[in-house]
Every structure is written in C-alpha cells, then in structure tokens.
C-alpha cells in the first residue's frame, strides 16, 4: 500500500505563497505521473496541477500563472509552489497519481487558508 505524506499548508494572507510537498512510498515512483488535487468545503476534489514522468506540467485555468509543480524522483516528492494566493484557494490539498489518482488510500492532506 502507497503511503502519501503532504506538507507545508497554513495560513496566509491573500497574495501570499507557500510550498507544498508531498512523499510518497511508491516503489518505481518515477514511473508514475503525478499530481496535486484539492477540495475545498462542500466541493469535489478537482485536479489542480499534474506532472508527467518526464517533467511536462500542466495547470487548472484556475490556478495558471500562480502555482507551479515540480518532483525530485531520487526523494520520491513532488512539490507545489503556490504564489498571489486567493482565498478561492483556501482548500486541503492532497497528492496522488494523475491525472486519475491509482492509489487507494488517500494521505491527509495539507490544509490551506488565504485569508486577511
């Protein structure tokens, strides 16, 4: 079973940014592609940004132009670099494989508030 750690949320004010990680036990962790998801209060969770086994990264609308994703194979992390925060973004943030999560058993997220 794939254990995922995620990391890094808090409280910042709008216009703020944070960084995100997340360490997953997969084995052959390189093979997989690899994604943030959230889910705000009384929302599905939606696919926020996603990056390939060969570093292609791709964006929600939403968050495009603000966040950018990255991985480090030899540590089996991905990050989320979260920049001009909005409160929309306010949301626990999770990471699996994308752009459908495989695995199971979910981590338990990192909470993110933007507020003033």
């Known amino acids: 079973q794939v254990q995922l750690v995620e990391s890094g949320g808090g409280l910042v004010q709008p216009g703020g940014s944070l960084r995100l990680s997340c360490a997953a036990s997969a084995s052959m962790f390189s093979l997989y592609a690899m994604g943030w998801y959230r889910q705000a209060p009384g929302k599905q969770r939606e696919l926020v940004a996603s990056?390939?086994?060969?570093?292609?990264?791709d964006y929600g609308d939403s968050v495009k132009g603000r966040f950018s994703i990255s991985r480090d194979n030899g540590k089996k992390m991905i990050y989320l670099e979260m920049n001009s925060l909005k409160p929309e973004d306010t949301a626990v943030y999770y990471c699996?494989?994308?752009?459908?999560?495989?695995?199971?058993?979910w981590g338990q997220g990192t909470q993110v508030t933007v507020s003033s």
């Open positions: 990056i390939t086994t060969f570093g292609r990264t």
């Open positions: 699996n494989t994308a752009p459908a999560p495989q695995w199971e058993n």
